[in-house]
Every structure is written in structure tokens, then in C-alpha cells.
């Protein structure tokens, strides 16, 4: 499946299945934001395949992390207040994680628990850690966690001298390579 943002965020549209050409075929609408034109992105679908956890912009310029049907767009649950962004699905426990803080202030990874059935819940969001200043928080995601939820991955500015250095990725092809066979 492939999601694509259009119109300046506008709506959420997804291409099912790619062409035999391998072309991605039309775009079908999911859903529209609450208060368009404000925008929406970082969507994930959730582990049962029937929800969808996104962040909207709202009219204040903060973004907020939301939860809808997936795929018809039907109902609107609010995640977070103060500002949040990236959430991610924990695969084995259905939680929900994400970057909580607004723009230009302390960061911290938030775990809210829910359930699917019946019908979507929230429980009481927790704190798992504070984010350091490194932590970059880009356009590109910044952050995974492993399906059981007991590990994160993160991108961080590294520090040279007091200042920060300036990004670089490396890239590894054919690490497995690198091992002896056993």
C-alpha cells in the first residue's frame, strides 16, 4: 500500500495494489482532515489493519496526533494535547507511541494503550523517556520501535567540539556478507 499526502496535505489518498506495469494505479480518497486545509501526515495503520494513527496540523500551527477507521475514515480520536508528532503502532500490544512536545521544546516518547474492539479506546497516556537535544526530529522519520515495543531506534545529531556536526549516512550493502558462514 502506498499513501500519499496531496494538496498541501489536504487529504490522505492510498493505492491499494501497484499495476501488473508495476505502476501505482489511481489513488482513492481515505479520508479528509477534520478542519481542512490544515495538513495530515506520518500515517500508520494499525495492527489489526483497521485504524489509522496520523498527525494534523491544527489552526493553532501545532501538530496533534489522531486516530481514525481505517479504511473508511469514520470516526475522530484525539491522542495528544501540547503538541506531538511520528506515531508508531507497537505490533504485538496495539499501543500507540509517539513524539510528545510543541515545537522548540523538551521532547518525550508517549505510550498511550488501546484497544480495537468493540470499538476504539485510548487508555492514560505514560512517559517512557525524555529526549535528549540530539534527537532529530526531520521531515524523514526519526524514530522506530520493535514490534514487542521493548526497543527504539533513533536518529541523533552527533557533537563535535560543543557543536553539531553536520548529518551523513552511511549505507551497508550485503552486511550479512560480512559474517562467516556458520
Known sequence: MVFEI????????????PKADGTAGPAERLF???SEPNAAAAARVSPDGNFLAYTER??????????TRFPSGEGRWQISTGGARMPRWIQQTGELVF??????????????PTSF???????????LFDLGDDFTASATPSFDVT????RFLMVRSRTEGGARSTS??????????EFPAR
Open 6 to 17: 496531496l494538496a498541501a496535505g489536504r487529504c490522505l489518498r492510498a493505492t491499494r495494489s
Open 32 to 34: 479528509k482532515t477534520a
Open 58 to 67: 491544527q489552526p493553532s500551527g501545532e501538530l496533534e496526533v489522531f486516530v
Open 99 to 112: 513524539v510528545a512536545g510543541a515545537a522548540r521544546r523538551p521532547r518525550q516518547i508517549v505510550s498511550v
Open 117 to 127: 474492539h468493540p470499538t476504539f479506546a485510548m487508555g492514560t497516556p505514560v512517559k
Open 147 to 150: 514490534p514487542d515495543g521493548k
Open 168 to 177: 551523513r549516512w552511511v549505507l551497508v550493502q550485503n552486511w550479512l556478507a
